[in-house]
């Protein structure tokens, strides 16, 4: 099917956008790189009057590491953050996750921001925006403001974004030294949506762990970040045992059926996907804290 | 004053398409794929799914491979697009990637293959000695309803030995790939 009619804005400056934005209001949508938006148009599931097309605007396209964080503005492309060697040495958690979202084909358009504006709950940055802390930074008629990510996300498909606001950039703040991290998923097929998935984050001191926490794809309709530490206390960093770990994981996720899958699998399916992101994750910040001494 | 380029009508998009421009007058809703079809009569592109799922329409957009049912025209203004058409050698004659698709049967009703040959052709720019694993992973966007993809993964392969000048066949199972089923799987 094909989109219903609209009329294309192409702001040039973030000023115009917003300007745009706030003349057109509920009619009207941002597109970024249009890899979520125009299927929805092509099928007719959404009809705005208005798109706000956002691929001109000067000064959008910036990647990168300063004051402590990955830094990505609306119009960075996801394939060009992932193949980022400065953002591979600073977060390497954000580029294993991208490799996991849709194609590359579909990354050469799509950008993180737009990703983080979308709100999948099946989507992998959100869960990447949790588990790091970060913030989007928003421009509207009132000026610039940021949301924390626990402010951001709302429900599935659903933000704090105004409908006259412009997510400018998101930034991605770095993990502390000695933390390990990992990314891992499960889907019916390489670059589908994740039946289940998980981001890990293991910190090590003096060799034992420090500090365990993990985020989740497709099993919690906004992502959550879950403090595991407790359950792995002091215990040394290679042999730590994560089935309390993942017994917590078990607890706390959400899930529903759908004709993929069940509630049911999908909740014991990321409970083993933590369980060994945890492992994997405290091995790597073993190796990170040898390559450093 | 709004910056509305289209006025809510009808727009003039001029795209360069294979190096040379074309100019249509069309809706700002035109996608990228309708517009290489329909208004420029490039009928090479492809359409199947239009939500980015199948491939088929994939074209390079400024050297990279990108969904042209996932792009309207206008948005296309003042790129490069390369589409099946201008993958031909400079001769005129087949590329290697249409060549090695031809010699190892990577294709059987050829609705799929566009989508194939440019996304094949960037990758093979960017990696030109691929491993098996890695065709694979770089086709794994691409669907195929009728090869069941190994004769598509040998002329991913034999696209990159006519390239670096090798002679070579595409006999054999891709590398990397066990040449006989498990012991115990039944055959036939
Ligand atoms: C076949 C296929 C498979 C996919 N698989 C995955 C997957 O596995 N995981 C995954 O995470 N994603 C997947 N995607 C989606 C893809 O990652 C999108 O690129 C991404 O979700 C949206 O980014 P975009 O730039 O394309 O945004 P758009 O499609 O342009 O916009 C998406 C939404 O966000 C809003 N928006 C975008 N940018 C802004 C902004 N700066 N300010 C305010 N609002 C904004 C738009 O108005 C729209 O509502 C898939 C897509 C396809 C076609
Ligand atoms: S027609 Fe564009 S991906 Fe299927
Ligand atoms: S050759 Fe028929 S779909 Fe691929």
């Known amino acids: 099917m094909k989109p219903a009619p609209f009329v294309h804005h192409a702001p040039r400056t973030v000023e115009e956008a917003v300007a745009v934005l706030g003349e057109v209001g509920h009619d009207g949508k941002v597109l970024a790189g249009g890899q979520s938006l125009i299927p929805v148009l092509n099928m007719r599931l959404a009809t705005p009057a208005h798109l706000v097309d956002i691929n001109a605007v000067a000064g959008l396209d910036t990647v990168e590491v300063r004051g402590g964080a990955v830094r990505v503005g609306a119009l960075a492309r996801q394939r060009r953050v992932e193949r980022s060697e400065e953002v591979a040495a600073a977060l390497p958690l954000l580029c294993e996750a991208l490799t996991f979202v849709a194609h590359p084909v579909i990354r050469n358009r799509g950008t993180c921001v737009g990703s983080l504006a979308h709100a999948d709950a099946a989507a992998e940055l959100p869960a990447v925006l949790a588990l790091t802390g970060g913030v989007v930074e928003v421009v509207g008629p009132g000026g610039r403001r940021e949301f924390p990510v626990a402010d951001f996300f709302r429900g599935a498909l659903e933000t704090a974004l105004a409908p006259d606001e412009l997510a400018v950039a998101a930034r991605f703040p770095l993990l502390p030294p000695g933390t390990g991290t990992v990314f891992t998923e499960s889907a019916r097929r390489h670059g589908d949506y994740a039946l289940a998935g998980v981001a890990a984050a293991v910190s090590i001191q003096d060799g034992v762990v420090s500090s365990a926490r993990a985020s989740f794809v497709s099993v919690t309709d906004v992502p959550l970040v879950l403090d595991v530490t407790e359950a792995v206390r002091g215990q040394e960093a290679p042999l730590a045992r994560w089935d309390g770990a993942a017994d917590l994981v078990h607890d706390v996720v959400d899930p529903e059926s759908d004709i993929h899958a069940s509630a049911g699998y999908r909740r014991a399916l990321v409970t083993e996907l933590a369980r060994r992101a945890f492992a994997d994750a405290a091995s790597r910040a073993v190796k990170e804290g040898d390559s450093a001494a | ?188």
């Open chain 2, 1 to 188: 004053m709004l910056p509305d380029t289209t006025g809510g009508g009808r727009v003039e998009v001029t795209v360069h398409v294979n190096g040379v421009p074309h100019s249509a007058t069309v809706e700002p809703r035109r996608l990228l794929s309708d517009f290489l079809r329909h208004d420029l009569g490039l009928t090479g592109t492809h359409v199947g799914c239009e939500h980015g799922v199948c491939g088929a329409c994939t074209v390079l957009v400024d050297g990279e491979p990108m969904r042209s049912c996932l792009m309207f025209a206008v948005s296309a203004q003042h790129h490069q697009v390369t589409t099946v058409e201008g993958l031909a050698g400079a001769d005129g004659g087949l590329g290697p990637e249409q060549r090695a698709f031809v010699e190892c049967h990577g294709l059987q009703c050829g609705f799929c293959t566009p989508g194939f040959l440019t996304t094949v052709t960037a990758f093979l720019r960017d990696n030109p000695q691929p491993s098996a694993e890695e065709a694979r992973e770089a086709i794994s966007g691409n669907l195929c309803r009728c090869t069941g993809y190994q004769n598509i993964v040998r002329s991913v392969l034999r696209a990159a030995e006519i390239r670096a000048g090798r002679a070579a066949d595409c006999a054999g199972p891709p590398a990397g790939q066990p040449t006989a089923p498990p012991a115990g799987e039944a055959v036939g």
